[in-house]
Structure formats: C-alpha cells, structure tokens
Nanobody, 127 residues
Framework: QVQLVESGGGLVQAGGSLRLSCAAS????????MGWFRQAPGKEREFVAA????????YYADSVKGRFTVSRDKAKNTVYLQMNSLKPEDTAVYYC????????????????????WGQGTQVTVSS
C-alpha cells in the first residue's frame, strides 16, 4: 500500500533551521504534485508549501515565503521542506501529502487536493 513517511522534525531554537523529508513508497509520484501542511495544537490544518509534478511551480503560504523551500527528488520518490529562520509560531506537526492524479494540481493549497497523507513529524521552535 501507499505510504508517506516524514522525518527530520525536532526541537530547534528560534532562528535555526530544519530539513524535513517525506519518502513515498507503494507507488511513484513522479508525475503528481506533493505538498506540506501543518497543524498546531487547537488550530486547523494549514497549507505550508507545494510543488508541481515537474518542480516548475512551487507554492508557499505567505507566512513561510522567503524562509521555507520545497523541493523533490523524483529518483528517490521524496519531497523535502527546508525551513530556515524558524519562529516559535512555526511550531506544529508537519504533514506530507501527495496527489493521486497526474499533471498540474488545480487546488494545491487545499487539503482536498491530496489523496495520501503521512503520519506527521513534530517541529518545535523555542524562543
């Protein structure tokens, strides 16, 4: 079956960096878009970043633009989220997601666009 497994989360001080990875197995997503979402305690899941199937288009939430970078390695069936200049408000569980459909995503910022989800990895930023 399809599995998305996130890694790379942890505890970091404000201003620090982390790199999250999401390894997919069970099928290839080389022709599908993938994304990152996060959920803080007591809040709804929110969009963070997404990348198109060919890496030509990258989408970011305004709150992370200029600090986070999404990328992918098709050969490894893996998507990454490089997070720099982290802030305490970035503290959340970060989820990787993948679209079952191929080609350009129509709603990359909405969780409804995605069919597969990872279990999440905790990111905690201390002040």
């Amino acid at each position: 079956q399809v599995q998305l497994v996130e890694s790379g989360g942890g505890l970091v001080q404000a201003g620090g960096s982390l790199r999250l990875s999401c390894a997919a197995s069970g099928r290839t997503f080389r022709s599908s878009g993938m994304g990152w979402f996060r959920q803080a305690p007591g809040k709804e899941r929110e969009f963070v970043a997404a990348i198109s199937w060919n890496s030509a288009i990258r989408y970011y939430a305004d709150s992370v633009k200029g600090r986070f970078t999404v990328s992918r390695d098709k050969a490894k069936n893996t998507v990454y989220l490089q997070m720099n200049s982290l802030k305490p408000e970035d503290t959340a569980v970060y989820y990787c997601a993948a679209d079952r459909s191929t080609g350009t995503m129509s709603r990359p910022r909405l969780p409804q666009e995605y069919d597969y989800w990872g279990q999440g990895t905790q990111v905690t930023v201390s002040s």
